[in-house]
């Protein structure tokens, strides 16, 4: 399929809706008139670029190709996704799509990233191509967060809206179909309604800012992260469920809890109060240094949730399913099997900034598992009771990899016969050095018994052929060998 996208405003989130893009191998357009906005959309991507390779275990698609144009048309010419990213205000809005209208192609999704707007109010007077139109509403940062709300309008072409959740699911996003179109959406009525609490609790003096970020980083937006609220309060309600929550806490909706109701006025007095309060918070942290350091903690906390196949951590692991495996694809006889390829995450560096000991053995151990699936080992043959275990390895530590690192691993088979196998792995950086070795000799077990016993005779045969082809490579350095 066609794999470009054109981004009409190059902002925080066009350029964030740019990385998602072409980090997952699309050639994307941006149209901007800003003269800044390469510098703006580079800014983003350089995060983007060490961040999102980071939540996979496998390598992402290679880049595709930017071009950064003040020529919306042309931006959009050809395009097989378009998303309008300009400022939120309608009559600006409504230049762009009509503009948008008479260059998209037909059945081309035109996605908004509007936070209030309703899909009909931006598709308004365009005829035909507003059938293409509809919100596609991000969470920044875009490259990271994988919600996506999407909102049709009655003039919706369904087969437009199915084709965008299809896309979208292909970049690694998690497109949310809301049911009607209604200012706002869904996620931001939430996000609005704890503002307005929080801009009130700061007015009276009832807390500062950083005292309400507390309350929700520390205490429910932990829980929120992986359960959300229904889950969160389904729980609250203890061996009776989400009936027994709500009867027991029902009559405190008629309290007077909340002011979600009032306005407050930000007027000049509130104004100063929350930036002096907020300068006094995080005023230590540029922007950049603050975004750094809110990317580092969402990988960690997504690599987290991935682990447990949770929440945005299922997202991801649906979408690694769907990266080129590098063990199992077509390679060259005879060489050194590429059994993996993946990037160094946040997560597995220490106090020294480098990456920890313990994660080059998990590198050997990843690629290992690489070389099973190659000969057949894979999770199902693990589901019918068999597979290899480690019983001993030794590992050379070369040279020091950070986070961001690209990293693969080349590995030779020493040894395949019987219930033996033993491996010899390269560990090399994005510039071709050994930055480790490392010789692991396996055996074949039942894991019925957990003891020995010989492999499946598929399994065997074609391990036995992968020793003969790695045979006739050169022999490891013997001081790299087991004793």
Not at 155 to 167: M, N
Not at 223 to 245: I, K, S, V
Not at 284 to 294: E, G, S, T, V
């Amino acid at each position: 399929m066609n794999r470009k996208a054109a981004i009409v405003g190059g902002g925080v989130i066009g350029g964030g809706w740019a990385a998602r893009f072409l980090l997952n191998g699309w050639d994307v357009s941006v149209a901007d008139p800003d003269p800044e906005a390469a510098r703006k959309i580079d800014a983003v991507l350089d995060r983007a670029r060490r961040m999102l390779p980071m939540l996979y275990e496998r390598a992402m698609p290679g880049e595709g190709r930017l071009t950064i144009t003040d020529d919306l048309e042309g931006a959009v010419d050809g395009a097989a996704w378009v998303q309008e990213s300009v400022p939120e205000r309608i009559e600006i809005k409504r230049a762009v799509f009509s503009r948008i209208a008479a260059a998209v192609a037909p059945g081309v999704p035109v996605g908004s990233s509007t936070s209030g707007y309703k899909p009909s109010d931006l598709a308004e007077g365009l005829g035909a191509p507003g059938a293409q139109v509809m919100v596609a509403h991000p969470f920044v940062p875009v490259y990271l967060l994988p919600l996506v709300e999407v909102v049709g309008h009655p003039g919706s072409d369904p087969a437009v809206l199915d084709q965008a959740e299809t896309v979208l699911r292909a970049i690694g996003m998690a497109p949310l179909r809301i049911r009607a179109e209604i200012d706002a959406h869904v996620a931001d009525r939430f996000l609005e309604g704890v503002w307005r609490e929080a801009l009130w609790l700061v007015r009276d003096g009832i807390a500062t800012t950083e005292e309400i970020d507390d309350a929700i980083r520390l205490g429910f937006g932990l829980r929120w992260a992986q359960m959300g609220l229904f889950e969160t309060y389904r729980l609250g309600g203890g061996e009776g469920g989400m009936a027994q929550f709500v009867a027991q806490f029902a009559p405190a909706l008629e309290w007077p809890w909340s002011r979600l109701t009032d306005v407050p006025t930000l007027d000049a007095e509130l104004s100063a109060k929350i930036a002096s309060q907020s300068d006094a918070q995080s005023g230590h942290l540029d922007p950049d240094q603050l975004a750094r350091l809110r990317d580092d903690n969402l990988v960690s906390i997504l690599r987290a949730l991935k682990a447990r196949g949770s929440a945005a951590g299922a997202v991801l692991a649906t979408h690694e399913e769907s990266l080129p495996d590098p063990a199992t694809a077509e390679q060259a006889e005879g060489a050194p099997l590429i059994t993996l390829e993946r990037t160094v995450p946040i997560d597995w560096t220490d106090y020294n900034g480098h990456m920890n000991e313990s994660r080059y053995g998990q590198v050997f151990s990843d690629a290992a598992d690489g070389v099973m699936r190659r000969i057949g080992a894979d999770a199902a043959y693990i589901t019918d009771g068999l597979s290899y275990f480690t019983a001993d390895i030794r590992i050379r530590f070369l040279a020091e990899l950070h986070a961001g690192a690209r990293i693969r691993v080349e590995s030779q088979v020493l040894e395949g016969k019987g219930k033996k196998l033993r491996l010899f792995h390269r560990l090399l950086d994005a510039e071709g050095a050994e930055a480790a070795t490392a010789e692991q000799f396996l055996l074949h077990v039942s894991l019925e018994t957990r003891r020995s016993c010989v492999p499946r005779e598929d399994v065997a045969a074609r391990l036995e052929a992968l020793a003969a082809a790695h045979a006739q490579l050169l022999a490891p350095d013997p001081a790299a060998r087991l004793p």
